[in-house]
T-cell receptor
Framework: DGGITQSPKYLFRKEGQNVTLSCEQN?????MYWYRQDPGQGLRLIYY???????QKGDIAEGYSVSREKKESFPLTVTSAQKNPTAFYLC????????????FGSGTRLTVV | QKEVEQNSGPLSVPEGAIASLNCTYS??????FFWYRQYSGKSPELIMS????GDKEDGRFTAQLNKASQYVSLLIRDSQPSDSATYLC???????????FGGGTRVLVKP
């Protein structure tokens, strides 16, 4: 079955540590996105990529980094510069542009310990 | 002013009634509009998309778009307890390169 796989489902980060969230899709979608959701809030865009080896900052990119070396993969690194990383992280993809809507992964819940 | 605004709720409706959700957006060039349903602790799932003015029906759901007034709405007919969730409005701008989400409306359907 085609879909988007995010791992891990739960992740715990110590202060000052970098962590990487995985996002893999086998839908042959061109565009991929990372959003952050805080409790009771909507989704805020961190980074997005429309083609391999190219990506753009979203509204809250500070403290995060991404790469897009393969069409199927779009990992997100939460760096130590992100001072409030505890949130629910959602990866999404779309066929060509966002105009077709997104398919979401199941999310990664990151907690700072 | 937020780009996409929704009433956070909760919107409490009795079982079998119609739930009416509204969303307003600020970018007049927006071209694509979506409603996602999100259960607690889960990821959003697409339930409706609409691109032109008017109504679009799919089962118990009807999306309504009015570009002149910059609002999009969702009606849920014959509401069921399983419809209790947060509903997110998402809007695609003229460039079509990303979606902007509202804060979501929490719906509670009471038996």
């Amino acid at each position: 079955d085609g879909g988007i796989t995010q791992s891990p489902k739960y992740l715990f980060r110590k202060e000052g540590q970098n962590v990487t969230l995985s996002c893999e899709q086998n839908l042959n979608h061109d565009a991929m996105y990372w959003y952050r959701q805080d409790p009771g809030q909507g989704l805020r865009l961190i980074y997005y990529s429309q083609i391999v080896n190219d990506f753009q900052k979203g509204d809250i990119a500070e403290g995060y980094s991404v790469s897009r070396e393969k069409k199927e993969s779009f990992p997100l690194t939460v760096t130590s510069a992100q001072k409030n990383p505890t949130a629910f992280y959602l990866c999404a993809s779309s066929i060509a542009t966002a105009s077709y809507g997104y398919t979401f992964g199941s999310g990664t819940r990151l907690t700072v310990v | 002013q937020k780009e996409v605004e929704q009433n956070s709720g909760p919107l409490s409706v009795p079982e079998g009634a119609i739930a009416s959700l509204n969303c307003t957006y600020s970018d007049r060039g927006s071209q694509s509009f979506f409603w996602y349903r999100q259960y607690s602790g889960k990821s959003p799932e697409l339930i409706m998309s609409i691109y032109s003015n008017g109504d679009k029906e799919d089962g118990r759901f009807t999306a309504q778009l009015n570009k002149a007034s910059q609002y999009v709405s969702l009606l849920i007919r014959d509401s069921q307890p399983s419809d209790s969730a947060t509903y997110l409005c998402a809007v695609g701008g003229a460039a079509g390169n990303k979606l902007t989400f509202g804060g979501g409306t929490r719906v509670l359907v009471k038996p």
